[in-house]
């Protein structure tokens, strides 16, 4: 079992940063491929950002690009996702993903077997 939990959400005004973090127990982090998904009310979860286990392959939502950085540190067994430039349209809960079954877990919610807890993320215009 995996157990992610995610921090660093919070209300922020339009053109503000956040960063969030995600700290995964339970097994070797770098045995895992990473990913930020987003749920905002009546809408359906996206795929924000995805790293593969080493940190070499990386995916942007075309909406956050040159806005928003994924990393991982796998020696604090952490992910990241920096938000700057952020806007009304951000707005939404937070999940952290995880998966030991591929290098790259890509977009698709299907790929990962654990998730967090959800942080939100409110920005305000």
């Known amino acids: 079992q995996v157990q992610l939990v995610e921090s660093g959400g919070g209300l922020v005004q339009a053109g503000g940063s956040l960063r969030l973090s995600c700290a995964a127990s339970?097994?070797?982090?770098?045995?895992?491929?990473m990913g930020w998904f987003r749920q905002a009310p009546g809408k359906e979860r996206e795929c924000v950002s995805a790293?593969?286990?080493?940190?070499?392959?990386?995916y942007y939502i075309d909406s956050v690009k040159g806005r928003f950085t994924i990393s991982r540190d796998n020696a604090k067994n952490t992910v990241y996702l920096q938000m700057n430039s952020l806007k009304p349209e951000d707005t939404a809960v937070y999940y952290c993903?995880?998966?030991?079954?591929?290098?790259?877990?890509?977009?698709?919610?299907?790929?990962?077997?654990?998730w967090g807890q959800g942080t939100q993320v409110t920005v305000s215009s």
């Open positions: 993903a995880a998966t030991p079954s591929a290098y790259y877990g890509g977009t698709y919610g299907d790929n990962y077997e654990f």
């Open positions: 339970g097994r070797s982090f770098s045995g895992l491929a």
């Open positions: 790293i593969s286990r080493s940190g070499g392959s990386t």
